[in-house]
């Protein structure tokens, strides 16, 4: 499947599976089965993991494209945790990818692992509580290694985002049977699920852009259409340059990760996608006045996943220290050829 | 519902990566670091001999036809030599409006005469141009001019005044847009002539900018003679031939790198950067490598034979808006009085970023007129 028509066939499964009510229904119940098994069944979670590993096959770019439709309607499922992130890290170290939903613990989780037992408290874990396993990277002679839980072993509190996405807090207290070296450090692995957010983030700026304009040229105030104001089609032009710049900045990041590199590219697309954030769902509300404050009006199945993406796997402040520290250690000479070249200019 | 701006990113080829090597190392050897005063963006000062060395390397008129003395070369070619001059602070201002986009407009439109007589000189770096398009009651309404051009025997003589005209007092030749004819809709009756800049009846006459300098000026036309083979294009077609010039000048590297060297600049004269510094330094940099994204995607869909007039002037909009931001996010990380005479070169540079940085989301169409231009295609 070519990756236009995998972005068509996701296209239409998900706009089907994320009808408005779908989408409030599975944020009031905190999981969608029935949408589940139906992107299951088409292997979508499991694109870009090797067939030889369990999953789908296919190219990190072609995951990507589908988790930006999936961010554009606010998909209620562990899209990114099962595919990108957990089955990643899994078939990193060699371990099987289960049939289920798979969530993955986010780095800087405090758990502590004696080389038998696994104890603490990971916070804000997507969708754990509907899991078949709980993915973690642990610190592992020096290096990293996986391991995984059953999530039946663990004890999961419910939690949710500001997008009502599960979020929950998970305590563990388990022996470790089986730890797998991986050759993923927890750098990567942060760089990787910031790499999701921004393919969601895109999606859901592009909602915000299409949703506005389409409301601004249906409703009229003053005698004419919305869009006929200067001021408002102000609003216009912000969303749609930030839809641009962070959908480009996705695909520029994806492509470059592929390649084996996109540290610099991952961290720019992120930083760049907190500010559009920040610009568009001003102006995408500003331009539906009281309209999109309602909960019947889908605008803020889009601008509360943003509120609430943004801040997961690093905030644009992280990103930003992290640039800053990249271009500060080689000095000004360099800060072009950075701009430039991204993570190639790195040496 | 349209489908709204479009913008399919890309990256440098071999051989595209090996002219940017070939740019670097052409200014590392030209204009060591220290040895000439940075320019900001296409305001850098005008060097008649280095635009000459750039001619003689086939970096001007790099898009123009072989046969006038041009590269026939891509626009991400283009880019890429326009990227490396202007974040160098390379001084470009001699050679800017006429490669950028007199020398495009003259071979889009120009008679075979023109084209052989003008794209030489503009591809070596020997022409400077100027754009002789607002007037005093006409600005971002263009539609508003009044200077006029009227038959005689052989030519036209020219009527009016131009204003904002930058280089003028320097350039050889500048493309000038009059009322050839009154029509009920005002667009039409326009005509585009080559005016040369020594012509009897011309006089410039220098409009200092806010901050003292004297790039600016007001051309005054007193019955100036252009002989009939200096009409550009069609008699009447004036507006649309405009409207095409103005297209060639949006979405480059000039809209968001004019304050760039400043915060170069900066880093370089700072030694420890605390916390809140290496912040800002990274959200610039993710700022400048999203806008080159942009504009880069921009340059490869001209090469694939489409023209992106609305993805040129949503990066226009966001990057000149981006260039002041640069120079406020600045101040409130560094404590200083700016003083145009500090021995500072960064501090020297922020002081002239900062008086003239309300040009840039002005010339070459002001933020406003963009919108209206990138709304039209979300209607």
Known sequence: MTTDLLVATAEELFAELCSHQAVQDAERTGWAPAAWSAIAEMGLPWIGVPESAGGQGGTLSEALAVLRVAGRHGLPLPLAETGLLGSWLLASAGLDVPAGPVTVVPVDHGLLYDGRTLTGTATRVPWARSAERVVVLLPADGRFAVASFPTADLRVEPLTNMAGEPRDTVHFAVPVDVVAPTSIDAEQLRLRGALTRVALIAGALERVRDTTVQYTAEREQFGKPLNRFQAIQEHLVHVAQQAALVGAASDVAGRETERGGGAVETACAKSLAAEAVHVSTRAGHQAHGAMGMTQEYSLHQATRRLWSWRREWGDGAFWDRYLGRLVAARGADALYPLIAGGTAALG | ?379
């Open chain 2, 1 to 379: 519902m349209k489908a709204g701006p479009r913008f399919v990113t890309t990256d440098l080829r071999p051989l595209e990566l090996a002219l940017q090597s070939e740019v670097r190392a052409f200014l590392a050897e030209e204009l060591p670091r220290g040895s000439y005063r940075p320019g900001l963006g296409f305001m850098a000062e005008a060097d008649k001999a280095f635009s000459r060395k750039l001619g003689a390397r086939g970096w001007l008129g790099m898009a123009l036809p072989k046969a006038y003395g041009g590269g026939e070369r891509s626009a991400v070619e283009r880019f890429i030599v326009t990227e490396e001059l202007l974040a160098w602070g390379a001084p470009v201002g001699h050679h800017w409006v006429a490669d950028r986009q007199s020398g495009s407009t003259i071979a889009a439109f120009g008679s075979e005469a023109q084209k052989q007589r003008f794209l030489p000189g503009i591809c070596s770096g020997e022409l400077g141009f100027s754009i002789g398009m607002s007037e005093p009651g006409a600005g971002s309404d263009l539609a508003g001019l009044r200077t006029t051009a009227r038959k005689v025997e052989g030519g036209w003589r020219l009527d009016g005044t131009k204003v904002w005209t930058t280089g003028a007092h320097r350039t050889d030749w500048m493309i000038t847009l009059c009322r050839s004819s009154e029509e009920s809709d005002r667009r039409q009756g326009m005509t585009q002539f080559l005016v040369d800049m020594s012509s009897s009846g011309l006089k410039v006459n220098p409009i200092p900018f806010l901050d003292g300098t004297a790039d600016f000026n007001e051309v005054v036309l007193d019955d100036v003679f252009v002989p009939d083979e200096l009409v550009l294009g069609e008699v009447g077609r004036g507006w649309s031939q405009n409207t095409a010039e103005l297209a060639f000048e949006r979405g480059g590297p000039d809209r968001y790198l004019s304050t760039y060297v400043v915060v170069e600049q900066w880093l370089r004269e700072t030694a420890d950067l605390d916390d809140e510094a290496l912040r800002l330094l990274g959200r610039l940099t993710a700022c400048w490598w999203g806008l080159r994204q942009l504009s880069l995607a921009s340059a490869r869909t001209i090469d694939e034979g489409r023209s992106p007039v609305v993805e040129a002037a949503l990066v226009k909009e966001l990057g000149t808006r981006f260039e002041q931001d640069v120079l406020e996010a600045l101040q409130h990380l560094v404590d200083v009085e700016p003083s145009p005479q500090s021995t500072s070169l960064f501090e020297r540079l922020l002081c002239e970023a900062i008086l003239t940085a309300p040009s840039n989301t002005i010339r070459g169409g002001t933020v406003e007129v963009l919108r209206s231009v990138v709304a039209k295609a979300l209607l």
